[in-house]
């Protein structure tokens, strides 16, 4: 039998037999909020032929099961169960690639955005006003007074100015987790989106080679009903290392960019061991060596925490890791003093000489460790 052959089910009478929409819903642990989003999406879209896709990673709480409890009564209801991988951008990525539908929508599972501007947004995008329609926390007088705490709303005004000055796109909710777009549109920047972090939205904007026309429409952003907000200050630094290589024109991966971030900040781990073994009592170069192991140690857990988030290692292989780590540097040191020295016989610039050593040992530090620890 072709596929063209494959019956297809009985429509209800005023709902089109094609597929029109594609809602995808990234969960992690929003067993509580499953059930009732699915009944706002029905009531919000009635009369579109919409399907959902639940895009959730193995959230210990069962979210998944209950989607598949409800998916087995309600064929619009479907789950994208993923197994050994986490992250909201990833998950979105991956349920918009599952979607047939011309259109697609993305929307939080905690009911903190409004269903009920779907159709507004369906319609802009089908009678070609718009490629891309964001549901905007500050459009509207009080949008976002009430689903974010004051230091999280001025987080948020902060990332918005910073990704408007980089997109150059007139967008007031840049970094919002609640969009439509054309579903041709979104696959053909997939290849270059970023699977880590929060920020998809903006990622999807950056990446385009032409400026897509983009609406914005207007929504209060609610207060989470059930569950908790997964949002926390290891996002926050991912959404810089995204914005300084989107600078970069994507020449630089986010996670390299991430590396060199918390390489600087071991030069200050550093400088603060040095000065208070040396306030010990310490000899400069017993000193020196302890800030080195020091600094070097704490490069690595937070690497292994913040950079490589996503494949943390726990236990034992976080010892074998360590130690990988500690060989691999200590190689990229050596590399480093022999560059500088070699660089310094052709030129008397002694910082130039320097900086391509350490320009060397960190791109050394870097692809080594990438491969070999994580
Ligand atoms: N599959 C999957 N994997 N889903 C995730 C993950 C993950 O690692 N992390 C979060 N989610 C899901 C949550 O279950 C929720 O449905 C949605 O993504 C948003 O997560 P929240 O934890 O509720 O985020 P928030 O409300 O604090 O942040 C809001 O504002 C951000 C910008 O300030 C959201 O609207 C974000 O989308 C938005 O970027
Ligand atoms: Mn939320």
Redesign the pocket.
Known sequence: MTLLQIPRPEAAPNIPATLELTVV??????RENVAPLILRLGKALEGVSWQAIF???NSADGTAEVVKVIGARDPRIACLH?IGR???AG?VIEGIMASAAPVVAVI???L??DETILPRMLKLIQSDAADLVVGSRYLAPEGAKI?LSPL?LAG?RL?TWIARRVLRADVTDP????FMIRRSLFERVGPKLSPQG??I?FDIIASQPKPLRIVETPYVFAE?QA?????DGRVVIEYLGLILSKFSRGLIPPRALLFGLVGSSGVIVHLLVLALCRRLGFAFVGAQEMAAVVAMTSNFLINNQVTYRDRRLRGLSLLTGYFRFCALCGLGLIANVAIADLVHHWTPIWWLAGAAGALFGAVWNYVSTSLAVW
């Open positions: 819903i990234p969960t992690f642990n929003e895009v959730d990673d993923r986490r992250g909201l998950a939080d599972a905690d903190q955005h689903g999280r948020s990332a970094v919002s987790g609640f929060f920020k939205l989470r569950g908790a907000s997964k949002l």
